[in-house]
């Protein structure tokens, strides 16, 4: 089965960069598409980043877009998420998700199959 592990996770000041990896153990799965989801206390989870991994094309929602890249290295099997100008608000528990389904909403945590344990940044102003 499909194993994810996160690992990257931290305390940074606010205006920081932190970079998070996830190696992914596939077995016998296509996987379709990758992504980071972050859930903060009374918070429901939300897609932060996504890649379908034959093509490459990312999806952002506005509130990070321009600050995270979401990058692959498929002969690692390691997904990585880089976080700039990092605020506040991004304090949350970082999933790393992995999808194999055909039909796909890429910010969408529903689309995912596979998770990761999560791995907690916190950013402090």
């Known amino acids: 089965q499909v194993q994810l592990a996160e690992s990257g996770g931290g305390s940074v000041e606010a205006g920081g960069s932190q970079r998070l990896a996830c190696v992914a153990s596939?077995?016998?799965?296509?996987?379709?598409?990758m992504g980071w989801f972050r859930q903060a206390p009374g918070k429901e989870r939300e897609g932060v980043a996504s890649?379908?991994?034959?093509?490459?094309?990312?999806y952002y929602p506005d509130s990070v877009k321009g600050r995270f890249a979401i990058s692959q290295d498929n002969a690692k099997n390691t997904l990585y998420l880089q976080m700039n100008a990092l605020k506040p608000e991004d304090s949350a528990m970082y999933y790393c998700?992995?999808?194999?389904?055909?039909?796909?909403?890429?910010?969408?945590?529903?689309?995912?199959?596979?998770w990761g344990q999560g791995t907690q940044v916190t950013v402090s102003s």
């Open positions: 998700a992995a999808s194999s389904s055909l039909y796909l909403v890429p910010l969408s945590p529903s689309s995912y199959n596979f």
């Open positions: 890649i379908y991994t034959r093509g490459g094309d990312t």
């Open positions: 596939r077995g016998s799965y296509n996987i379709r598409s």
